[in-house]
Nanobody
Framework: QVQLVESGGGLVQAGGSLRLSCAAS????????MGWFRQAPGKEREFIAA????????SYADSVKGRFTISRDNAKNTVYLQMNSLKPEDTAVYYC?????????????????WGPGTQVTVSS
C-alpha cells in the first residue's frame, strides 16, 4: 500500500535551518508529483512546495520562496524540503503528499496520498 513517512522535524531557533525528508513506498515514485504542505494550529493546511515527476518543475508558496527548496531522489524514493532562514511563523506540522503525474501549472493541488506529518517548531 502507499506509504509516505516524513522525518527531520524538530525545534530550531529563528534563522536556523532544517531538512525534511519523506520516504515513499508502495507506488512508482518516479511517476508521481510530490508536494509539501503545512498546517499551523488553528489554521487550514496550506501548500508550501511541489516538484513534478518529470522535468523537475517546482512550485513554491510566496511565503517560502527563496528560503525553502524542494528536491527529489528517485533512486531513493525520497523527496526533501530544505528550509533555511526559518521564522516563528513557519511553525507547523509539515506533510508530504503525492499525486499521479498531473499538469505542471497546478502543482499546488490534487494530492491524494498523505503522510502523517512531522512537527517543526521555530523559536524566536
Amino acid at each position: 500500500q502507499v506509504q509516505l513517512v516524513e522525518s527531520g522535524g524538530g525545534l530550531v531557533q529563528a534563522g536556523g535551518s532544517l531538512r525534511l525528508s519523506c520516504a515513499a513506498s508502495g507506488f512508482t515514485f518516479s511517476s508521481y508529483d510530490m508536494g509539501w504542505f503545512r498546517q499551523a494550529p488553528g489554521k487550514e493546511r496550506e501548500f508550501i512546495a511541489a516538484i513534478s515527476w518529470i522535468v523537475r518543475t517546482t512550485s513554491y508558496a510566496d511565503s517560502v520562496k527563496g528560503r525553502f527548496t524542494i528536491s527529489r531522489d528517485n533512486a531513493k524514493n525520497t523527496v526533501y524540503l530544505q528550509m533555511n532562514s526559518l521564522k516563528p511563523e513557519d511553525t507547523a506540522v509539515y506533510y508530504c503528499a503525492a499525486r499521479f503525474r498531473g499538469r505542471l501549472d497546478n502543482l499546488n493541488t490534487g494530492y491524494n496520498y498523505w503522510g502523517p506529518g512531522t512537527q517543526v517548531t521555530v523559536s524566536s
